[in-house]
């Protein structure tokens, strides 16, 4: 023990040391690249005007303005810029670019934009290559129209400062402890339903998700995305008020439209952007996205103190709900299903299916959009969680457990529509309950306990179901109508139709599209969208196909070739049930909405329900001592295997938050902290 204890004390200082030279030798190469350079002060800047500039006055950008160092003639290889811009301190950034003559090009070429500030430091620091001795350098400034800056010191050939970072050193040193007892240290401990120490380790797993992810949403708290969630303040306004529509009589000119969903002829009347993303549906303005967020949120707020429930709130509510229901539903899942898994592997299962089911999409940007659908998988997570943990008495079902989770399953529809297909899992999580009842049909003192079941099932879609219709039919004329085709919006989606075309790309796009891969940070970029497809097609930036990304989903592959071993474990019905749901959730979103990445979310949640299951019936066949292929892998060879998909997938989704896929993304909104990062974790790129 005392000689292990040894051993692992040594792999610990070899591994701080190794992390070390890592910060010191590689992540601030500059420093050393750049030590020996003679710095050449920049005296004599240049407007576009052709008149001097003093360091330290302020000068105004405007259409065409530059600055220009001229008669340089000397070896430059980087530039240092100390520019000060009189931003708000979180957008305090100044995007320009480098346009150079060396001894190669007479005439100014430009290279790529970058980013300095004078809140960060390393991205001061330009390095520049041009054709030999550069003779002169004009600085243009793309999309700050209107910026103040003043310039305080250009210096050429300037000795970049060794930067030690603590964070990223402590960063690092948690990722050699996270590889070292993944990957080299044995599979012993396994779950146990009732131990106390998995519980608390669990738990503190749980709060360190919290206190990682809240703050990256604080961070997406952006005005714009801010402004998405008025419209659930309007729609608390009217509901007050008894009623349903959140303007009765819309602009005449949106009246007067012969088509008021085209926006080529609305934005022609002069109403282009009125009440964009809303509901226009007979002369009066609705707000289509689902109500229950703001029946159990905003409204009771709204009653109880007569103010608006600020927006965060219930965004932090239904994510922090998000997330308690990832772990408490894959708890679930392993306790009925698969209770030989490793320790190890059970949280990092935990983990990965919490980050991959769309929590950080929605972290990432805090708006009306997100929160529709986030709303919805919340409930559907609980929904599963009480539906699965309501049979963990093998006598009879937990009669609470089955009514909260058909109450929460029956609220989706009144969030996000498309995940109601997940209420048919009912079928495959009760198909047991439903054989007993038929076996005790003749047994008088069981009918009663089995109707109130029943009842409880069903009693929470009846009454949510009868709400939501009248709710439907007194905006839109029909209880099943949920009002998304009346949306103004960039195009019209009452005439969008229905085209077998789309599908080829649309599952192109969300399942099997690779991800972009580059060497600079965030190291995953945003795929491009190439389509023969000659229709209007609705679509943003991706960040890769779900299988070609989230690989611990690639088990799912496998169902047909090991659909015998799945019935014989009895969860042939359930994996077969959540691709199913998965696909015509799929199908669904590409014909009605398009392509979009937050539509990921949707459909995620039954691709890794059926993964996981699958993975579950593979761990569990290393214990029946049976003959087939995957009990000719060595057990720690799989599970290390595993363990690498993981790993891969959170790895994939986290560096996907600081992909610009979004409009308006962290460049704008938040660059200080997005440039920071980039520092922090780039190597090539500054």
Same mark, same amino acid.
């Given at each position: 023990?005392?000689?292990?204890?040894?051993?692992?004390?040594?792999?610990?200082?070899?591994?701080? *040391?190794?992390?070390?030279?890592?910060?010191?030798?590689?992540? %601030?190469?500059?420093?050393?690249?750049?030590?020996?350079?003679?710095?050449?002060?920049?005296?004599?800047?240049?407007?576009?005007?052709?008149?001097?500039? @003093?360091?330290?006055?302020?000068?105004?950008?405007?259409?065409?303005?530059?600055?220009?160092?001229?008669?340089?003639?000397?070896?430059?290889?980087?530039?240092?810029?100390?520019?000060?811009?009189? &931003?708000?301190?979180?957008?305090?950034?100044?995007?320009?670019?480098?346009?150079?003559?060396? @001894?190669?090009?007479?005439?100014?070429?430009?290279?790529?934009?970058?980013?300095?500030?004078?809140?960060?430091?390393?991205?001061?620091?330009?390095?520049?290559?041009?054709?030999?001795?550069?003779?002169?350098?004009?600085?243009?400034?793309?999309? @700050?129209?209107?910026? #103040?800056?003043?310039?305080?010191?250009?210096?050429?050939?300037?000795?970049?400062?060794?930067?030690?970072?603590?964070?990223?050193?402590?960063?690092?040193?948690?990722?050699?402890?996270?590889?070292?007892?993944?990957?080299?240290?044995?599979? @012993?401990?396994?779950?146990?339903?009732?131990?106390? =120490?998995?519980?608390?380790?669990?738990?503190?797993?749980?709060?360190?998700?919290?206190?990682?992810?809240?703050?990256?949403?604080?961070?997406?708290?952006?005005?714009?995305?801010?402004?998405?969630?008025?419209?659930?303040?309007?729609? #608390?306004?009217?509901?007050?008020?008894?009623?349903?529509?959140?303007?009765?009589?819309?602009?005449?000119?949106?009246?007067?439209?012969?088509?008021?969903?085209?926006?080529?002829?609305?934005?022609?009347?002069?109403?282009?952007?009125?009440? /964009?993303?809303?509901?226009?549906?007979?002369? &009066?303005?609705?707000?289509?996205?689902?109500?229950?967020?703001?029946?159990?949120?905003?409204?009771?707020?709204?009653?109880?103190?007569?103010?608006?429930?600020?927006?965060?709130?219930?965004?932090?509510?239904?994510?922090?709900?998000?997330?308690?229901?990832?772990?408490?539903?894959?708890?679930?899942?392993?306790?009925?299903?698969?209770?030989?898994?490793?320790?190890?592997?059970?949280?990092?299962?935990?983990?990965? *299916?919490?980050?991959?089911?769309? #929590?950080?999409?929605?972290? =990432?940007?805090?708006?009306?959009?997100?929160?529709?659908?986030?709303?919805?998988?919340?409930?559907?997570?609980?929904?599963?969680?009480?539906?699965?943990?309501?049979?963990?008495?093998?006598?009879?079902?937990?009669?609470?457990?089955?009514?909260?989770?058909?109450?929460?399953?029956?609220?989706?529809?009144?969030?996000?529509?498309?995940?109601?297909?997940?209420?048919?899992?009912?079928?495959?999580? *009760?198909?047991?309950?439903?054989?007993?009842?038929?076996?005790?049909?003749?047994?008088?003192?069981?009918?009663?306990?089995?109707?109130?079941?029943?009842?409880?099932?069903?009693?929470?879609?009846?009454?949510?179901?009868?709400?939501?219709?009248?709710?439907?039919?007194?905006?839109?004329?029909?209880?099943?109508?949920?009002?998304?085709?009346?949306?103004?919006?960039?195009?019209?989606?009452?005439?969008?139709?229905?085209?077998?075309?789309?599908?080829?790309?649309?599952?192109?796009?969300?399942?099997?599209?690779?991800?972009?891969?580059?060497?600079?940070?965030?190291?995953?970029?945003?795929?491009?969208?190439?389509?023969?497809?000659?229709?209007?097609?609705?679509?943003?930036?991706?960040?890769?196909?779900?299988?070609?990304? %989230?690989?611990?989903?690639?088990?799912?592959?496998?169902?047909? &070739?090991?659909?015998?071993?799945?019935?014989?474990?009895?969860?042939?019905?359930?994996?077969?049930?959540?691709?199913?749901?998965?696909?015509?959730?799929?199908?669904?979103?590409?014909?009605?909405?398009?392509?979009?990445?937050?539509?990921?979310?949707?459909?995620?949640?039954?691709?890794?329900?059926?993964?996981?299951?699958?993975?579950?019936?593979?761990?569990?066949?290393?214990?029946?001592?049976?003959?087939?292929?995957?009990?000719?892998?060595?057990?720690?060879? /799989?599970?290390?295997?595993?363990?690498?998909?993981?790993?891969?997938?959170?790895?994939?989704?986290?560096?996907?938050?600081?992909?610009?896929?979004?409009?308006?993304?962290?460049?704008?909104?938040?660059?200080?902290?997005?440039?920071?990062?980039?520092?922090? /974790?780039?190597?090539?790129?500054?």
């Amino acid at each position: 023990m005392k000689k292990q204890k040894r051993t692992n004390w040594k792999r610990a200082a070899i591994a701080a *040391f190794i992390i070390l030279v890592l910060e010191v030798f590689v992540w %601030n190469h500059s420093f050393w690249l750049t030590s020996e350079y003679n710095p050449i002060r920049v005296d004599k800047i240049y407007t576009e005007t052709g008149q001097l500039l @003093e360091t330290g006055t302020d000068y105004q950008i405007g259409d065409n303005s530059y600055l220009e160092i001229r008669d340089i003639d000397q070896k430059v290889k980087n530039i240092y810029l100390n520019v000060e811009t009189y &931003k708000e301190t979180e957008r305090n950034v100044l995007t320009l670019r480098l346009n150079m003559i060396d @001894e190669g090009n007479q005439e100014y070429y430009g290279v790529d934009n970058r980013v300095i500030s004078s809140l960060l430091d390393k991205c001061n620091y330009i390095s520049v290559y041009p054709y030999g001795n550069l003779k002169s350098l004009k600085i243009t400034f793309p999309r @700050e129209k209107g910026t #103040t800056i003043t310039i305080k010191t250009i210096i050429l050939n300037q000795p970049v400062p060794l930067f030690f970072s603590v964070e990223r050193v402590l960063i690092m040193y948690l990722l050699y402890l996270l590889i070292q007892t993944l990957f080299f240290q044995p599979y @012993e401990t396994h779950y146990q339903q009732n131990a106390k =120490k998995r519980r608390l380790i669990t738990f503190a797993i749980f709060l360190i998700c919290i206190v990682l992810i809240v703050p990256l949403t604080l961070i997406g708290n952006d005005r714009s995305g801010l402004a998405t969630m008025d419209k659930y303040t309007e729609l #608390t306004h009217s509901l007050a008020n008894g009623m349903v529509s959140v303007v009765e009589n819309a602009d005449e000119r949106l009246l007067a439209a012969e088509n008021p969903y085209d926006k080529s002829e609305r934005t022609a009347l002069g109403v282009g952007g009125y009440k /964009w993303d809303y509901a226009y549906f007979n002369g &009066k303005i609705y707000v289509y996205f689902g109500v229950i967020p703001v029946i159990l949120t905003y409204l009771p707020y709204y009653l109880l103190t007569g103010s608006d429930l600020p927006h965060i709130v219930p965004y932090l509510i239904f994510l922090i709900g998000l997330i308690a229901g990832a772990f408490k539903l894959t708890d679930a899942l392993v306790c009925k299903y698969c209770q030989k898994i490793p320790l190890k592997l059970y949280y990092l299962l935990q983990i990965t *299916f919490m980050l991959g089911i769309g #929590t950080l999409i929605f972290a =990432k940007r805090v708006c009306i959009y997100n929160m529709a659908i986030m709303a919805g998988l919340t409930f559907t997570v609980w929904g599963l969680y009480l539906w699965i943990s309501s049979l963990s008495d093998a006598s009879f079902p937990k009669m609470w457990k089955v009514a909260a989770g058909s109450l929460c399953m029956a609220l989706v529809a009144g969030c996000r529509p498309q995940l109601l297909i997940a209420s048919f899992l009912a079928l495959p999580i *009760f198909a047991g309950q439903g054989k007993k009842i038929f076996r005790e049909r003749k047994a008088k003192e069981n009918v009663s306990k089995h109707l109130l079941v029943l009842i409880l099932f069903c009693l929470p879609y009846i009454i949510t179901a009868v709400f939501l219709m009248w709710y439907n039919a007194a905006r839109f004329g029909s209880p099943f109508d949920f009002g998304s085709t009346y949306n103004l919006t960039t195009n019209d989606m009452t005439k969008r139709g229905f085209h077998i075309a789309r599908w080829v790309s649309g599952l192109w796009y969300y399942l099997f599209q690779p991800p972009s891969v580059n060497i600079e940070f965030p190291y995953i970029g945003t795929t491009s969208f190439h389509t023969a497809y000659q229709g209007k097609t609705i679509y943003e930036s991706g960040i890769g196909g779900i299988f070609a990304t %989230n690989l611990i989903l690639l088990p799912c592959l496998l169902f047909y &070739k090991y659909r015998a071993k799945f019935r014989e474990k009895k969860v042939y019905l359930f994996i077969c049930f959540n691709l199913i749901g998965a696909i015509l959730i799929v199908c669904a979103d590409v014909q009605m909405g398009g392509l979009l990445t937050r539509y990921t979310a949707d459909f995620t949640l039954m691709f890794y329900l059926a993964a996981y299951m699958i993975l579950f019936t593979f761990i569990d066949e290393y214990y029946s001592q049976s003959n087939t292929l995957i009990c000719s892998i060595p057990q720690t060879v /799989w599970y290390r295997t595993l363990a690498l998909l993981c790993c891969i997938t959170c790895l994939y989704l986290i560096l996907s938050v600081f992909s610009l896929y979004v409009s308006g993304d962290y460049d704008a909104y938040r660059p200080v902290w997005y440039y920071h990062m980039k520092e922090l /974790w780039g190597l090539f790129d500054v």
